[in-house]
């Protein structure tokens, strides 16, 4: 499954609402009501870290100015109020069929 | 608290062989999925294999079959992933990754949750 991210460049005012896209050709619902579609984020120099997972569920610690949101083929991450720690690549990734595939990634970067 | 550390990377020739090791603390390493996911400079994460809790499936991604191989020991929490024949575009930095809870009432999934810091593995003569 191709995962399919826009923008792939993202500059952003601290304060500012952000918003990245991601697309599946093909539905991510499963039989079970959950959609399997997690976004990750990595900063420089570090792992990639869970943001949120199942489309719309925040992950442990993660700040509440993240959300998921979408189902099927067409999901969406927004970020409230970006900060400077929010800084790195942000990635889609469908975990319905292996090969679990990632999206092209977000690089948000501060204006 | 809860963590992964891997081992074993390095500098390889070309047709070399290699085994990364995974060492898991501070969780019940026997009820979890394992995945290994590399990064190679420049390109997006690159999901390579899962391994069940139960040791009994494993999945790769096709154009590793027969090149790459998971494992793990859940006596001695530990993944493993020997990697033969590499290549120089087998070159990135690989993490080991927890996925899937798996108990005798329930399965949970809550994404790839725990990453450990990756072991850089370069492919060059």
């Known amino acids: 499954i191709v995962m399919t991210q826009s923008p792939l460049s993202l500059p952003v005012t601290p304060g500012e609402p952000a918003s990245i896209s991601c697309r599946s050709p093909e539905s991510l619902l499963y039989v079970n009501g959950n959609d399997y579609l997690d976004w990750y984020l990595q900063k420089p120099g570090q792992s990639p870290q869970l943001l949120i997972y199942l489309g719309s569920n925040r992950a442990s610690g993660v700040p509440d100015r993240f959300s998921g949101s979408g189902s099927g083929t067409d999901f969406t991450l927004n970020i409230s109020r970006v900060e400077a720690e929010d800084v790195g690549v942000y990635y889609c990734?469908?975990?319905?069929?292996?090969?679990?595939?990632f999206g092209q990634g977000t690089k948000l970067e501060i204006k | 608290q809860v963590q992964l550390v891997e081992s074993g990377g390095g500098v390889v020739q070309p047709g070399g062989s290699l085994r990364l090791s995974c060492a898991a603390s501070?969780?019940?390493?026997?009820?979890?999925?394992m995945h290994w996911v590399r990064k190679a400079p420049g390109e997006g994460p690159f999901w390579l294999a899962l391994?069940?809790?139960?040791?009994?499936?494993?999945y790769y991604r096709d154009s590793m079959k027969g090149r790459f191989t998971i494992s793990r020991d859940n006596s001695l929490n530990m993944l493993y992933l020997q990697m033969n024949s590499l290549s120089p575009e087998d070159t990135a930095v690989y993490y080991c990754a927890r996925g899937r809870y798996h108990s005798f009432s329930a399965d949970r999934y809550s994404g790839v949750d725990v990453w450990g810091q990756g072991a850089t593995v370069t492919v060059s003569s």
């Open positions: 501070g969780f019940t390493f026997s009820s979890y999925d």
């Open positions: 990734m469908q975990a319905l069929l292996t090969p679990y595939t």
């Open positions: 391994i069940s809790y139960d040791d009994n499936n494993k």
